[in-house]
């Protein structure tokens, strides 16, 4: 037989916990119970912390330069876990030079100073 990753995201994960006879009651953390799709979407760390530690999941998506994107793989016999994470977009110094340097041109421009000074002298004869 061939056993398959279980797919725990947070409308997963729910469907799962609150199903059945033992079924687990998910509350957000107003001490809410979440019980519409909405709510769990809109609670998805409740969803998670209320079966894994939230802390770290975080420390090691913060490890790789992850932010956690509430989904992980777990795979057949429990012991090994994908933790799914999205990486932010850092600004470089270049492209903050880059904008900047076009700014510089565009104020230096005289075409553009001209303009600028014939408005403010409309304005000023309003």
Not at 9 to 20: A, C, E, F, R, Y
Not at 71 to 77: F, R, Y
Not at 106 to 118: A, C, F, S
Request: one cysteine or more.
């Amino acid at each position: 037989s061939y056993l398959n990753a279980l797919q725990a995201n947070v409308p997963s994960l729910h469907q799962i916990m609150t199903s059945g006879p033992d079924a687990l009651l998910i509350s957000d953390f107003n001490q809410k119970t979440i019980d519409r799709i909405e709510s769990v979407r809109s609670n998805k760390d409740a969803v998670f912390c209320s079966i894994f530690d939230m802390n770290k999941i975080t420390n090691i998506c913060n490890s790789y330069k992850l932010k956690f994107a509430h989904n992980m793989q777990i795979l057949p016999g429990l012991k090994t876990a994908r933790i799914l994470g999205t990486t932010t977009k850092e600004h470089s110094d270049l492209s903050l030079k880059k904008s900047l340097s076009y700014t510089l041109r565009i104020v230096q421009d005289p075409n553009i100073v001209e303009q600028h000074q014939k408005g403010l002298v409309i304005l000023q004869a309003e």
